[in-house]
């Protein structure tokens, strides 16, 4: 049985204000799930709550991940337990490379898990890292270059990609709303969610962006509006969304009907 993440009548404020006015949503491994709304409706804010974010307080609700419940932990301990959440705004390491930063991670999470361990030994990294580069069709070279310097939007999207690999989450959460996303980006994190995605991975991918359906086939698709999820369905309510936009579900909320 994989595991789930489990979102019950969540309420969140920010600054006092309330954002989240009961979110239900479960997340499994092996399912891969869209999270779409227009800007404001608070899909962001669901994604800083799941990773822990300080400004976020949670006002009522539980989020559960393989049966803990995750308010209790911070930010790193849900992190070692699988949970990955993409960064919108990545920021550059000047000097670190790609390879080392990855390492680095992976180390720390062993010398958490065991405190003797020696980290992991470099052949076997490098053997890792390119199998993930070619499972994601990277070019190698793409390790030894300093994080995020100078790296175009495409660019830090497939290290964002690459680091998710490397860490083998069991349930990802990539935010890729608002400001910034081209097309090609998208692109990107959609064949890399592709490329990964398989039974012990699940995925919550939050976009406004329609396109993104595209590239990526959710099984499961949510909208959100005024900080609820107000609609769930499949490829119907993608495609629905695709040809139709948002009005639809504003109005069937105001009560006009279809
Ligand atoms: P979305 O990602 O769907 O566009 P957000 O979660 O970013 O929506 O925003 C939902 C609402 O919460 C907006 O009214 C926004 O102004 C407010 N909000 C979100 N985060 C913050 C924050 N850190 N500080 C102040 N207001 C915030
Ligand atoms: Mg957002």
Same mark, same amino acid.
């Given at each position: 049985?994989?595991?789930?993440?489990?979102? #019950?009548?969540?309420?969140?404020?920010?600054?006092? &204000?309330?954002?989240? &006015?009961?979110?239900?949503?479960?997340?499994?491994?092996?399912?891969?799930?869209? /999270?779409?709304? !227009?800007?404001?409706?608070?899909?962001?804010?669901?994604?800083?709550?799941?990773?822990?974010?300080? @400004?976020?307080? $949670?006002?009522?609700?539980?989020?559960?991940?393989?049966?803990?419940?995750?308010?209790?932990?911070?930010?790193?301990? #849900? *992190?070692?337990?699988? /949970?990955?959440?993409?960064?919108?705004? !990545?920021? @550059?390491?000047?000097?670190?490379? $790609?390879?080392?930063?990855?390492?680095? @991670?992976?180390?720390?999470?062993?010398?958490?898990?065991? +405190?003797?361990?020696?980290?992991?030994?470099? +052949?076997?990294?490098?053997?890792?890292?390119?199998?993930?580069?070619?499972?994601? #069709?990277?070019?190698?070279?793409?390790? =030894? #270059?300093?994080?995020?310097?100078?790296?175009? =939007?495409?660019?830090?999207?497939?290290?964002?990609?690459? &680091?998710?690999?490397?860490?083998?989450?069991?349930? @990802?959460?990539?935010?890729?709303?608002? *400001?910034?996303?081209?097309?090609?980006?998208?692109?990107?994190?959609?064949?890399?969610?592709?490329?990964?995605?398989?039974?012990?991975? =699940? $995925?919550?991918?939050?976009?406004?962006?329609?396109?993104?359906?595209?590239?990526?086939? !959710?099984?499961? $698709?949510?909208?959100?509006?005024?900080?609820?999820?107000?609609?769930?369905?499949?490829?119907?309510?993608?495609?629905?969304?695709?040809?139709?936009?948002?009005?639809?579900?504003?109005?069937?909320?105001?009560?006009?009907?279809?």
């Amino acid at each position: 049985m994989g595991a789930a993440l489990e979102i #019950r009548n969540l309420h969140v404020s920010v600054e006092d &204000q309330p954002i989240l &006015q009961g979110v239900n949503l479960i997340v499994r491994q092996g399912e891969i799930h869209a /999270l779409m709304g !227009p800007n404001g409706s608070g899909k962001s804010t669901l994604a800083n709550t799941l990773m822990g974010h300080p @400004a976020y307080d $949670v006002t009522a609700g539980q989020i559960i991940f393989d049966g803990m419940d995750l308010l209790d932990l911070e930010t790193d301990e #849900r *992190s070692r337990l699988g /949970l990955f959440m993409a960064f919108q705004y !990545p920021v @550059a390491i000047p000097g670190v490379t $790609v390879a080392n930063f990855l390492r680095n @991670a992976i180390n720390a999470r062993m010398k958490d898990d065991d +405190p003797d361990s020696k980290g992991i030994p470099i +052949p076997a990294f490098r053997k890792m890292m390119i199998d993930k580069m070619d499972l994601l #069709r990277m070019d190698h070279s793409f390790g =030894g #270059r300093y994080l995020n310097d100078g790296f175009s =939007g495409g660019e830090k999207k497939r290290a964002e990609i690459l &680091q998710m690999a490397m860490l083998e989450p069991r349930i @990802a959460i990539m935010d890729e709303t608002d *400001s910034g996303l081209d097309i090609d980006a998208l692109r990107i994190v959609a064949e890399g969610v592709n490329r990964l995605s398989g039974p012990d991975l =699940g $995925v919550l991918v939050i976009t406004h962006y329609q396109r993104i359906l595209n590239y990526i086939k !959710p099984q499961f $698709v949510h909208i959100m509006l005024d900080g609820q999820i107000v609609e769930s369905g499949g490829d119907d309510l993608a495609l629905r969304l695709e040809e139709q936009g948002y009005d639809w579900v504003r109005e069937r909320q105001n009560g006009n009907g279809r």
